[in-house]
């Protein structure tokens, strides 16, 4: 389970990225994060695994409290959550099987992962976790020559090689075809599922949150103003979550 509750972040600037959040997300679920640009919604994934640290609140995971987890104890929780990139953040001259491996880094020696010592066992999982996000026979292909679509199955199966609890999905199908949008979000939902993960994506699809998500987030001004069920979301709850910012945190 994580649980999030009180979470506030504010920039230097003076901007309040988030403002009081807080939510509960279950294991074997795909969660959508929905709003408008500037709402929050970048700020909140990004907070989920502290590459932005909000000064305020508490982020749970299982029975660990990340906000204020020192930098070692927040690198062996921080195994445990997978992320997923809207430009994939592949290594295109390596092959895929290789940056699937990448996955494992966090729990390999400095050594090791600079010489690309990987085991056996590593190397077996890695080709299975290709196969599963349907890449079998690209294991051995550039990163570089594949492609949008199958560079992103390919950043699934790396975070899949680190055994998460979470994936954290920032606008993953932002660059992908009808097609490839569709088989990116089937395998998330189906990854879910077969392996009790929890899956939050960012989206700006209203129609792919509807279809895939089991809970959805409304963000908007750094507030949650919507958090249900896709069948919860109505046309009124849409105009509230993409209302101007000062009608959703007062209307």
């Known amino acids: 389970m994580l649980t999030v509750s009180h979470l506030t972040k504010t920039y230097p600037n003076g901007k309040r990225g988030l403002i009081d959040v807080g939510f509960s997300i279950a294991p074997g679920s795909v969660t959508a994060i929905i709003g408008p640009s500037g709402a929050g919604k970048t700020t909140l994934l990004r907070s989920l695994n502290r590459l932005l640290t909000p000064e305020a609140g508490e982020i749970q995971l299982g029975n660990q409290e990340m ?5 070692r104890a927040l690198r062996l929780v921080r195994r445990q959550i997978g992320m997923i990139f809207q430009d994939y953040n592949l290594i295109e001259p390596l092959s895929a099987l290789e940056n699937v491996l990448h996955g494992c880094l966090g729990r390999k020696s400095l050594a090791a992962g600079m010489l690309g010592l990987y085991t056996k066992e590593e190397k077996k999982q890695a080709l299975t976790l290709l196969e599963e996000v349907g890449l079998g026979d690209y294991a051995l292909q550039k990163a570089g020559s594949l492609s949008g679509g199958q560079k992103q199955r390919v950043g699934i199966a790396r975070a899949m090689m680190q055994a998460p609890q979470v994936i954290l999905c920032d606008e993953p199908i932002a660059s992908l075809d009808p097609a490839s949008t569709h088989t990116v979000m089937t395998l998330l939902k189906d990854l879910a599922i077969q392996h009790d993960l929890m899956v939050i994506i960012n989206l700006h699809q209203v129609d792919l949150a509807r279809e895939f998500a089991d809970h959805i987030l409304g963000v908007n001004a750094g507030r949650i103003v919507f958090d249900d ?10 105009a509230h979550i993409y209302a101007a910012p000062e009608e959703a945190a007062y209307g």
């Not at 906000?67 to 930098?71: D, E, H, K």
């Open 229 to 238: 069920g896709p069948a919860a979301l109505s046309d009124e709850a849409l």
């Open 67 to 71: 906000r204020q987890l020192p930098p």
